[in-house]
């Protein structure tokens, strides 16, 4: 466990956030591979059936992820605090609900996922493929849950490490059943679905009995559902859970636009957005590095430490992006031809949207820094709304440019990129603003608070 209450802030922010980063990196190839071993050896059209099928599937747990989220803060706090009882208790209370409420979504999940499928406009040649996969996902929805719950919880905690071994070594498995099923047994979209399922399963096992045998904190020996604590979640976690299921939203409703371009489109921007995703994640895992920290202190009473680490967590994100968006210029186009099929009929189309998505994008990448840091910190300190309604803003804003791109400025894909630096650029702005205006003050948790 780690305490972030004293000791040099940079230097703990970074070893805290460097094996989350190395874990999360780990946790997007899951995708990452699938959609790779997809483009190459089953096709275009099947790229963009996973594609599709992933935001919708993101949308569906978008509620599950956002109350581990909520109670992670909750956590953090009562570790600060030294309020280990309450700390245990919540742990137990968020298991509870959370694996009921994702068996009930799963169910929902299997059963919507034709309908869902043509609400987004889904091209007729990728049906069946993103029906089948996107059923098999949401059959085994349960198990990367309670593997962000229990990663969730360790972060809290100050324990960035101990994951990411188990971690590593499912998505080499996942990697190596992927290439079994799909290029071995030529089971195709199904083989890929079965094989990230099984990985994620051994996951989520693996990081359960060790964090019962190695920290007693999230040790339950008898589940309990406290009321009181329950409410506490909701009220930390419904905000996110609420942020994350309306920036799941808009991201459908940009698949929808995306896919009015045709299935070349789709995997073209499938295969750059797994780029872009690990290429914001550095910044990312600051972020979420500075939440942990910013709530340790708060819930130690110790506000100006919390604002200290995040005048050092913005200035590595900045040098990060610009880090990062040179690799991106130099990599990019290379990087987009690992998803395509040299002999795909579409390849020349794919490969076209890829590159040139990537080009606009990874040239904003400082100011996704801004606004990642100003949220990490408001969801640290308690402020659970507004660190909902910023990046629920960024979101909506590009949705609305994108399609006023399309539409009025008669862009094509390249819309899609366009538009999601002008969100980044309004929210920043709003986020900076609301800090100096300290509106983020006095929201910890009032337990924390009494005692």
């Not at 506490?232 to 636009?257: D, H």
């Not at 980044?424 to 983020?440: D, E, M, N, P, V």
């Amino acid at each position: 466990m780690r305490d972030f209450t004293s000791g040099n802030i940079t230097k703990q922010i970074m070893l805290f956030s460097l094996p989350m980063l190395i874990g999360n990196l780990f946790q997007q190839l899951y995708s990452m591979v699938d959609a790779i071993i997809v483009g190459q050896y089953v096709g275009g059209n099947a790229l963009a059936a996973v594609g599709v099928s992933m935001n919708i599937l993101q949308f569906l747990t978008a509620i599950l992820i956002g109350l581990t989220t909520g109670a992670s803060v909750l956590i953090s706090q009562f570790y600060g605090a030294k309020q280990y009882d309450k700390l245990e208790r919540t742990v137990s209370t968020s298991i509870v609900f959370l694996g009921v409420l994702s068996v009930a979504l799963a169910v929902l999940g299997v059963a919507l996922s034709p309908a869902l499928l043509q609400l987004l406009n889904a091209d007729a040649a990728i049906m069946e493929d993103a029906t089948l996969y996107m059923r098999v996902l949401m059959l085994g929805m349960v198990f990367p849950i309670f593997y962000n719950m229990y990663t969730a919880y360790l972060r809290a905690l100050g324990d960035s490490r101990s994951p990411l071994v188990i971690l590593i070594c499912c998505t080499v498995l996942n990697t190596g059943l992927d290439l079994l099923f799909v290029v071995g047994f030529h089971w195709d979209v199904f083989g890929v679905a079965i094989a990230t399922v099984t990985a994620q399963l051994i996951s989520a096992m693996l990081c359960y009995l060790y964090t019962h045998k190695k920290v007693p904190l999230l040790r339950i020996k008898k589940l309990v559902f406290d009321r009181s604590l329950f409410l506490a979640v909701l009220k930390y976690g419904t905000p996110a859970a609420i942020q994350l299921s309306l920036v799941s939203l808009a991201s459908l409703t940009i698949t929808r636009l995306i896919n009015s371009f045709g299935p070349a489109a789709m995997a073209g921007i499938t295969a750059a957005s797994k780029i872009d995703q690990i290429a914001t994640m550095p910044v990312s895992n600051i972020s979420m590095a500075l939440s942990t920290f910013a709530a340790q202190n708060m819930g130690a009473g110790k506000e100006e430490r919390a604002k200290r680490g995040l005048r050092s967590s913005l200035l590595m994100m900045l040098a990060l992006a610009v880090l990062i968006s040179g690799v991106v210029m130099l990599l990019g186009p290379w990087l987009i031809s690992m998803f395509v099929n040299s002999g795909d009929v579409n390849n020349a189309a794919i490969l076209e949207v890829g590159n040139n998505y990537l080009n606009i994008i990874m040239m904003f990448y400082f100011v996704f820094a801004f606004l990642f840091a100003f949220n990490g910190f408001f969801r640290g300190v308690g402020d659970a709304v507004i660190a909902m309604v910023f990046p629920v803003a960024s979101l909506s804003i590009r949705t609305a440019a994108a399609y006023m791109l399309v539409y009025f400025a008669g862009m094509g894909p390249e819309a899609l990129a366009w538009s999601i630096p002008i969100g980044w650029a309004i929210t920043s702005l709003a986020s900076f603003i609301y800090y100096k205006k300290r509106l983020w003050a006095g929201k910890v948790i009032q337990a924390v608070k009494s005692e």
